[in-house]
């Protein structure tokens, strides 16, 4: 999976929240997206994952040799994010078997991913009653072990204890080898790894000052 981004701007009304972004990303590698809280790493998370447009510049995205057009970009993309929604009504017997319907599995079966999770003693327990640090692992686990090219995660260890942490890291090692792995982050352990880093913040957009012409 490749990604190449032209001069790529996003606005929210009249506030831009970066100009001017160009950059490509390849597969093989991990990147970190890096900045500080309200400086845009979600938006620009939405922006790769085609879930929001952009206001200005241009997204490619390649597949080997093949063009994707954006429509196409959910089919080979996994995502872990804060603002992902889980199926409330459903165990985590029944989550992994309605996700499974739609990606399926990496070198594991639907059966195993609970003792991966190490969650099995709440294979039958609904994921509304489950704790945050759960549902984060829920939200990872099914990320890192589905079949695609292209992986997004957003911060990562939210709700994450010591051993969730390692958890982590020990997972998304086993699982990165061939895949464009991007990584909203402001915490250094969720990152550290990465072959390269892109701070946003040197795309943020300051309008120039109005002058008043009546003022001298
Ligand atoms: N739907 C929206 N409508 C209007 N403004 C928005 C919307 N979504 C985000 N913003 C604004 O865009 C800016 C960037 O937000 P974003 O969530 O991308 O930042 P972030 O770097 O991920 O922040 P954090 O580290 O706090 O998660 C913020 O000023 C935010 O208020």
Not at 146 to 154: E, G, H
Request: hydrophobic fraction near 35%; aromatic fraction near 10%.
């Amino acid at each position: 999976m490749q990604i190449k981004l032209t001069s790529v701007g996003k606005r929210y009304n009249y506030e831009w929240i970066f100009r001017n972004l160009s950059y490509e990303f390849v597969s093989g590698k991990a990147y970190a997206i890096l900045g500080h809280n309200g400086s845009g790493k979600s938006t620009l998370i939405s922006l790769l994952s085609g879930f929001q447009l952009h206001s200005e510049g241009d997204i490619s995205y390649s597949l080997g040799s093949r063009q994707l057009v954006v429509e196409q970009v959910y089919r080979h993309l996994s995502i872990a994010a804060p603002y992902q929604d889980l199926l409330e009504e459903l165990t985590l017997e029944e989550m992994i078997q309605f996700h499974t319907r739609f990606k399926s599995l990496r070198n594991i079966t639907a059966q195993q991913l609970p003792d991966i999770l190490q969650l099995q003693k709440a294979k039958h327990k609904l994921v509304r009653d489950f704790s945050s640090g759960m549902r984060q692992r829920l939200k990872l686990g099914l990320a890192l072990y589905s079949d695609t090219p292209f992986l997004l995660l957003d911060e990562p260890t939210t709700n994450l204890d010591q051993d969730g942490v390692a958890w982590y890291l020990e997972h998304l090692h086993q699982n990165r080898k061939d895949r464009l792995v991007i990584i909203g982050s402001n915490v250094p352990h969720e990152y550290s790894f990465c072959d390269e880093q892109l701070s946003i913040n040197q795309f943020h957009y300051t309008a120039p000052a109005r002058k008043n012409s009546l003022i001298q």
